[in-house]
């Protein structure tokens, strides 16, 4: 009697599975997985790294970089020690897992949560540059006065108290909005949404610039600041390619939605500063490539293209018009000091996104994404009336305002929190001799060998990211 050919024995050499690579892995998702992550990672670093350093008064590079580069770090060692397992763990309350670690080979080794074709190490990995990008966005509303002994602090402390709640909720799939419906394609609640709300509110507790700062705060590099821009641009490809965990027609869709949208946003801010200022400013179009990346994020995966240009379109003329006129004419937009408008950028337009997403979802496409057959969570507005179904495109609405509403909320309430703990220990708040000195006097560092901070950009519309006086006659 012949014996039974062993189980694999049909396939190339190269493909059979073995201790190394186990049957339930997909080894191109898993390439494409950690290659997606690690562009993501290289949003922060170096993206955001250079973006920072190069967009602030030359007297605060060093600072605004290194705060960037600390909270990668940090959030890492705090990713595999506790966090991970608060926002994809078990269940401990509705809203949060239960702590633990991921330092492990018998954890890591093994297949991700719902049968994702890849190990525990790579989906780790993967979700710890969403949360390191997350407070780092954070970090940009902060820039030129918060005291870097309570930014140590802080980011560990929103990280386990915010971050890790929002994503449990959110992504994990015993997360109760996550249970709900909501659809957040890759972060517009949990990454865009959340640091545009913390960013706003512990500005707010930390207080506002020097009146010099606030009054003249010229770029110290142009070009640095392009490549930044350039970087965070391209890495998006991963942030919304990567969000179905495999290589799949679906993330093709996401990748060249998310191009579309962010282009179609550049252009519209464009546009309207021309139009309204006379000048096409440089830095107005990175803010519209960041509106567009932001809108398209809930949704990269969901849409149809004709949808992503009509986002580009609002989210280079809605956080534009939020930035540059109500900024003016609203009281508590006026009272708080966020540096890069991360209000505007990252709130205003992630709301946007949120909505939107609520509105134009294709059922078809979520079907794609989410691989159930029940698509009645998963209806957007459009098509819900479109087919008959406007019940289930209203509950969708709802939903997505329901998640918008949770996660102001918590973020208001624990950034607060937090900011109020930090300033019984240490000042939030740099000294006015670090105030003065800027670079030189927090870390005994200068970024350049150069005298003057931009006076010659001095009479620029553009010296500061946003708050023009001549946008009053608009």
Request: one cysteine or more; a negative charge.
């Amino acid at each position: 009697m012949a014996a039974t050919p062993p189980k694999y024995a049909w396939l190339p050499p190269n493909l059979i599975p073995d201790q190394a690579n186990p049957d339930w892995m997909n080894t191109g998702d898993n390439a494409w997985q950690l290659t997606a992550a690690t562009m993501v990672g290289l949003q922060s670093i170096p993206g955001l790294v250079i973006l920072y350093g190069s967009i602030v008064k030359k007297k605060w590079a060093v600072n605004s970089a290194f705060m960037a580069l600390y909270a990668f770090a940090a959030v890492l060692i705090c990713w595999v020690g506790w966090a991970y397992q608060m926002s994809f763990g078990r269940t401990f309350l509705p809203f949060l897992g239960k702590i633990d670690d991921v330092l492990d080979q018998h954890v890591l080794l093994k297949q991700a949560f719902n049968n994702i074709k890849f190990p525990n190490a790579t989906m780790i990995y993967f979700q710890f540059v969403f949360a390191a990008i997350t407070v780092i966005l954070i970090a940009g509303a902060l820039l030129g006065r918060m005291n870097f002994i309570a930014w140590m602090a802080f980011v560990p402390l929103w990280l386990t108290f915010s971050y890790t709640v929002g994503a449990y909720s959110i992504w994990c799939p015993d997360g109760w909005l996550s249970k709900m419906g909501l659809i957040d394609y890759s972060g517009g609640f949990v990454i865009h949404l959340s640091s545009g709300v913390a960013g706003f509110t512990a500005a707010y507790w930390v207080g506002p610039r020097t009146k010099e700062d606030r009054e003249r705060f010229p770029p110290n590099n142009i070009l640095l600041m392009l490549a930044g821009a350039g970087i965070l641009w391209m890495g998006w490809t991963g942030f919304n390619g990567g969000d179905p965990y495999m290589a799949s027609i679906d993330a093709s869709l996401a990748v060249l939605n998310t191009h579309v949208c962010a282009a179609t946003s550049l252009l519209t801010w464009l546009l309207l500063d021309i139009l309204f200022f006379e000048k096409p400013s440089v830095i107005g179009a990175t803010q519209g490539m960041i509106t567009g990346l932001v809108c398209i994020t809930p949704a990269a995966g969901v849409v149809q293209g004709w949808a992503a240009i009509i986002m580009g379109v609002l989210s280079g003329s809605i956080p534009w018009f939020t930035m540059m006129v109500l900024h003016k004419k609203i009281w508590l937009l006026k009272q708080v000091d966020d540096t890069m408008a991360v209000f505007h950028t990252h709130a205003v337009a992630g709301t946007l996104g949120g909505l939107c997403t609520g509105f134009f979802a294709n059922p078809k496409l979520s079907r794609l994404f989410y691989l159930v057959d029940n698509w009645q969570h998963y209806v957007g507005l459009a098509y819900g009336i479109h087919e008959g179904r406007a019940g289930d495109g209203f509950k969708q609405m709802g939903i997505q305002i329901l998640g918008v509403v949770f996660i102001v909320s918590l973020n208001v309430v624990v950034t607060s929190l937090v900011c109020l703990l930090i300033r019984v220990v240490v000042p939030l708040r740099m000294s006015e001799e670090e105030l003065s000195g800027g670079d030189d006097a927090v870390h005994g560092e200068e970024a350049y060998a150069l005298w003057g901070d931009g006076e010659k950009f001095e009479k620029s519309v553009h010296n500061s990211v946003y708050g023009f006086d001549q946008v009053a006659a608009v």
